[in-house]
């Protein structure tokens, strides 16, 4: 959640960075222009790039040019646009989740609610001042002429000319202010703030004036809100300037209202006062009013419009078409990605012989060997998927067995990357395998605390710090597509490691609270989904009487042979009461949107 503020805070003022950029190469243009891009730089802070990812997300871009793809999924792009993701936790000083300090999250947003509440009593003392002095205020009775549909209100308490309101602005005129001005200067001050109201300045105010509570922390919002005032009124005069041709009465006007206070503007209140006065007064008096944009430049205003708007939506709608991909061949996401058409070199798929075959699995390296396998679990394997969540699968593929033999080429991707990518080639190529992909709701089991103190049981324990830095680095390196780094000097190779019989798991040296979750799937029959919120890597050892039918053991491809678990009691506890008494946690029976792989097409496997 920080790592996401911090990216959100970063984005927004690379953003506002390019707005003060493309407002430099405008100064001669119109005020009205700078004022827009400014707003813009404003109202950006409210509006995430993250929010507008999800948007383009809905829509898998499949077809996005190979060059454009190249970039948006780059180590690089992601750093930049997303730097704080990876560098808030630094793996030199990573500690267990037990031992994280809590109290840093809870002091921040404390600080924060103090200066959001601050911001906005002043805010709303200021309203109510405003509210008073309409209340207070009488209509307008002059012989000069009201422009249509606007309404003029004089009050004693008012020391400019302002307009306030949002719905139905009002021009609100100091008691008198005829009385000190020509019929010539009044005019013009008056279309200054007919100006106001035409533009809805004051909505755009109040919006910068959320944008300030929000983010009063962060100094480049106070200076944004400074050239809102400023150009806001340079558009003012300008209009006022081409619209009456009277500079001098109007710069006289300007003059006159101004020596009557000296008090800064409200920001929700727009004026005729207001910024540099003296600039402001230099410009019209020189009768200064901004160009016309060039083609050129409405090319590059143009081309920085659609960049900020669609770039996001297309690199969510790349990001989910190459997630995707990556999960249909059974790539983990933020790995490497793996040619989707990797082959095994040499392939061998027998019936199985019940009557004298010993069921085996073995995944090393650049083989792949297994013995009494249905074809269902091979499908499983191949796309990553647990079994329950494969639908359309022929009952044959439940019962029949087979013997697979498998041969990688001599110089294959990472195994643990490319296996099940082979895997699945091998089945689209020898058991014509075609699938899609839904989401269904369906049971599922949240994971989630068995005590309201979420105490952790007996059987689960956060790993050694060693073990901890060593796989957020090697996580780190991998997210970057850099080398991954050499183990801990003193520290197990085999960090992360699992063993799985039935009725029992064993995770050493390291095990996410997801991976958890993803062999508990395997053994309850539907998604188990994380919901504890524990963050980085666990020891945990889990025991219980397994039902009958329970699936062999496989060992994960590349990782260390390990003495299996101790026996499981016949009278122990079941899977759940395990959990429970063990591990400190426990599975809540709910529904909910699981994605599933639907089988299109799955034929008898070409036998040798």
């Known amino acids: 959640m920080i790592a996401d503020i911090f990216n959100h805070l970063w984005q927004s003022t690379m953003f506002a960075a390019v707005v003060a950029l493309l407002c430099l190469a405008c100064r001669r243009n119109r005020a009205r222009l700078r004022y827009g891009l400014w707003f813009v730089a404003s109202a950006k802070f409210l509006v995430p790039f993250a929010a507008l990812a999800v948007v383009g997300s809905l829509v898998q871009w499949q077809q996005a040019p190979a060059s454009m793809r190249s970039i948006v999924t780059s180590p690089v792009a992601r750093d930049f646009n997303a730097p704080f993701d990876a560098m808030w936790l630094d793996p030199a000083t990573m500690v267990?989740?037990?031992?994280?300090?809590?109290?840093?999250?809870?002091?921040?947003?404390?600080?924060?609610?103090?200066?959001?509440?601050?911001?906005?009593?002043?805010?709303?003392?200021?309203?109510?001042?405003?509210?008073?002095?309409?209340?207070?205020?009488?209509?307008?009775?002059?012989?000069?002429?009201?422009?249509?549909?606007?309404?003029?209100?004089?009050?004693?308490?008012?020391?400019?000319?302002?307009?306030?309101?949002?719905?139905?602005?009002?021009?609100?005129?100091?008691?008198?202010?005829?009385?000190?001005?020509?019929?010539?200067?009044?005019?013009?001050?008056?279309?200054?703030?007919?100006?106001?109201?035409?533009?809805?300045?004051?909505?755009?105010?109040?919006?910068?004036?959320?944008?300030?509570?929000?983010?009063?922390?962060?100094?480049?919002?106070?200076?944004?809100?400074?050239?809102?005032?400023?150009?806001?009124?340079?558009?003012?005069?300008?209009?006022?300037?081409?619209?009456?041709?009277?500079?001098?009465p109007y710069a006289e006007g300007i003059v006159s209202v101004c020596?009557?206070?000296?008090?800064?503007?409200?920001?929700?209140?727009?004026?005729?006062?207001?910024?540099?006065?003296?600039?402001?007064?230099?410009?019209?008096?020189?009768?200064?009013?901004?160009?016309?944009?060039?083609?050129?430049?409405?090319?590059?205003?143009?081309?920085?419009?659609?960049?900020?708007?669609?770039?996001?939506?297309?690199?969510?709608?790349?990001?989910?078409?190459?997630?995707?991909?990556?999960?249909?061949?059974?790539?983990?996401?933020?790995?490497?990605?793996?040619?989707?058409?990797?082959?095994?070199?040499?392939?061998?798929?027998?019936?199985?012989?019940?009557?004298?075959?010993?069921?085996?699995?073995?995944?090393?390296?650049?083989?792949?060997?297994?013995a009494g396998a249905s074809l269902s679990l091979l499908v499983g394997q191949a796309l990553v998927t647990p079994v329950d969540r494969i639908f359309g699968l022929p009952d044959w593929a439940n019962t029949e067995l087979y013997t697979v033999t498998a041969k990688a080429p001599d110089d294959p991707p990472p195994a643990a990357l490319a296996l099940n990518v082979m895997l699945a080639n091998l089945l689209k190529d020898r058991a014509n395998l075609a699938t899609h992909r839904e989401t269904r709701q369906l049971p599922v089991y949240d994971l989630v605390f068995a005590r309201t103190d979420k105490r952790l049981g007996p059987g689960l324990k956060p790993a050694s710090p060693e073990c901890q830095a060593a796989l957020t680095a090697r996580l780190e390196a991998v997210q970057r597509g850099g080398p991954v780094p050499p183990p801990l000097v003193g520290v197990n190779d085999a960090c992360s490691s699992m063993r799985i019989n039935p009725g029992g798991m064993v995770g050493l040296n390291g095990v996410p609270m997801s991976r958890i979750a993803q062999v508990l799937t395997q053994s309850v029959g539907r998604p188990v989904i994380d919901k504890t919120g524990l963050t980085g890597y666990f020891d945990f050892t889990l025991q219980w009487t397994p039902q009958p039918g329970s699936e062999m053991p496989i060992r994960p491809a590349g990782e260390p042979p390990a003495p299996p678990p101790p026996a499981a009691d016949p009278d122990g506890p079941n899977l759940f009461t395990a959990v429970q008494e063990q591990l400190g946690l426990k599975l809540e029976s709910t529904r909910g949107p699981v994605e599933v792989i639907v089988i299109d097409r799955l034929d008898k496997p070409r036998l040798d």
Not at 327 to 354: H, L, Y
Request: with cysteine; charged share 20%; hydrophobic share 50%.
């Open 96 to 248: 267990t989740a037990a031992a994280q300090p809590q109290w840093i999250a809870p002091l921040l947003f404390g600080v924060w609610l103090c200066g959001f509440a601050a911001i906005t009593l002043r805010r709303v003392r200021q309203w109510r001042e405003i509210g008073a002095a309409v209340r207070a205020s009488t209509p307008w009775e002059s012989a000069a002429p009201v422009p249509a549909g606007i309404e003029i209100r004089t009050a004693l308490t008012v020391l400019e000319p302002s307009v306030v309101g949002l719905r139905r602005p009002v021009i609100l005129l100091p008691t008198g202010i005829d009385s000190y001005l020509t019929a010539d200067q009044f005019a013009a001050v008056v279309a200054h703030e007919v100006c106001h109201v035409r533009r809805r300045d004051n909505l755009t105010a109040v919006i910068h004036m959320l944008v300030e509570a929000v983010f009063w922390f962060h100094p480049l919002v106070w200076w944004i809100g400074a050239r809102l005032v400023a150009t806001r009124e340079e558009a003012c005069d300008e209009h006022v300037v081409s619209e009456t041709a009277a500079p001098i």
């Open 259 to 370: 020596r009557r206070y000296a008090e800064a503007p409200l920001m929700s209140v727009t004026g005729v006062g207001g910024a540099d006065v003296k600039a402001r007064i230099d410009a019209i008096l020189s009768n200064r009013i901004g160009l016309r944009l060039t083609l050129w430049k409405r090319l590059a205003l143009a081309t920085a419009a659609v960049t900020a708007f669609v770039g996001p939506l297309a690199a969510g709608a790349i990001n989910r078409a190459t997630l995707s991909a990556e999960q249909s061949q059974g790539v983990t996401p933020g790995r490497p990605f793996v040619d989707p058409e990797a082959r095994f070199e040499v392939v061998s798929i027998k019936r199985f012989d019940t009557s004298s075959g010993t069921p085996r699995a073995s995944m090393t390296p650049g083989r792949f060997d297994i």
